[in-house]
């Protein structure tokens, strides 16, 4: 059964930190790219990173480039979103994806707030 379990979500100041993890099970986590979402309220669900499956390669959106960073660890199957610097505008649901060729799978999301 495959899995997709995201953490680290909650309430944070603006300027302040937050790490997302999520830890993945029942497929070869190895080969799949990995990304992380975010849906705002009121918003289109938008790709906010990825890596690669050997975590060479990784890419953010530009409105978190210098903030941001991806990472995995195919020990352990997890991938993590380290933000830092947070903006009110980050407030959103992160959602942890893993993609290989035509196969594709969402954990439910984590609830980032970034309020004052």
Not at 14 to 27: E, H, K
Request: charged share 15%.
């Amino acid at each position: 059964q495959v899995q997709l379990v995201e953490s680290g979500g909650g309430l944070v100041q603006p300027g302040g930190s937050l790490r997302l993890s999520c830890a993945a099970s029942g497929f070869t986590f190895s080969l799949y790219v990995m990304r992380w979402y975010r849906q705002a309220p009121g918003k289109e669900r938008e790709l906010v990173a990825d890596i690669t499956s050997a975590g060479v390669t990784t890419n953010y959106v530009n409105s978190v480039k210098g903030r941001f960073t991806i990472s995995r660890d195919n020990a352990k199957n997890t991938v993590s979103l380290q933000m830092n610097s947070l903006k009110l505008e980050y407030t959103a649901v992160y959602y942890c994806n893993a993609g290989w060729h035509t196969l594709e799978y969402w954990g439910k999301g984590t609830l980032v707030t970034v309020s004052s």
